[in-house]
């Protein structure tokens, strides 16, 4: 069965630099999302992805972040000054979702685990 | 906005044995979905079972089963038969209904124990 995959599944950085996180969404998805989850705290969403723009983002996904999908595969979520408080693991998903298909539930990757030092 | 409350933290089911996850949601829209994912410990999120809320039937995935009120605004998620693997966290969540990508609004977790 085809699966989202994110890479790396750890990632330790220096506070003040920027990290990229990486997912390849399933194949034929036309949705991408970035979500994050801050250890012992609930699922957030980030930012959701489309035809190549933002079709909709939280408050929590402020100018510090920024979205790309460079090629044909890759979905990437760039933190740019990461802050202590960006430690979380963030997930990326991606749906369907085309034409009458709304119903099409989100597969999600097996999330990055994102530490800043 | 959108909210979703899971007011039990935490469960623990003998195995074998039946238990109730519960879920409320607060919406003033007519359409959309629910869904309930896992989260085992190796944190990856998992789709267990989804519902439209057009839908009258309750949704069911092998041992998994929902009791979904509309018009109380809740979706619990019964397991029967609980196996040691279903231990995870569980998250109730809320789509709109639309053709368009749309977020999931997460509860904050039930974590979920069963008893061998």
């Known amino acids: 069965e085809p699966e989202v995959t994110q890479t790396p599944s750890h990632q330790v950085t220096q506070m003040g630099q920027e990290v990229i996180l990486r997912c390849v969404p399933i194949?034929?998805?036309?949705?991408f999302y970035w979500y994050r989850q801050i250890l012992g705290q609930k699922v957030e969403f980030l930012v959701s992805f489309y035809n190549n723009e933002i079709s909709e983002k939280s408050e929590i996904f402020d100018d510090q972040f920024s979205v790309e999908r460079p090629d044909g595969s890759n979905f990437t979520l760039k933190i740019r000054s990461t802050k202590l408080e960006d430690s979380a693991m963030y997930f990326c998903?991606?749906?369907?979702?085309?034409?009458?298909?709304?119903?099409?539930?989100?597969?999600f990757g097996d999330g990055t685990r994102l530490s800043i030092l | 906005a959108q909210t979703v409350t899971q007011s039990q933290p935490e469960m623990s089911v003998q195995e074998a044995e039946t238990v109730t996850l519960s879920c409320t949601y607060d919406?003033?829209?007519?359409?959309?979905?629910l869904f309930w994912y896992k989260q085992p410990p190796s944190r990856q999120m998992i789709l267990v079972i989804r519902q439209e809320a057009y839908k009258q039937q309750n949704a069911t995935e092998n041992r998994f089963s929902v009791n979904f009120q509309k018009a109380a605004k809740s979706f619990s998620l019964k397991i029967s038969d609980s196996q040691l693997g279903d231990a995870a966290m569980y998250f109730c969540?809320?789509?709109?209904?639309?053709?368009?990508?749309?977020?999931?609004?997460f509860g904050e977790g039930t974590q979920l124990t069963v008893n061998p």
């Open positions: 998903a991606s749906s369907f979702n085309r034409g009458g298909y709304s119903n099409q539930p989100q597969h």
């Open positions: 194949s034929n998805h036309l949705y």
């Open positions: 969540a809320y789509r709109r209904q639309e053709t368009s990508g749309s977020r999931l609004t």
């Open positions: 919406t003033s829209e007519s359409d959309y979905y």
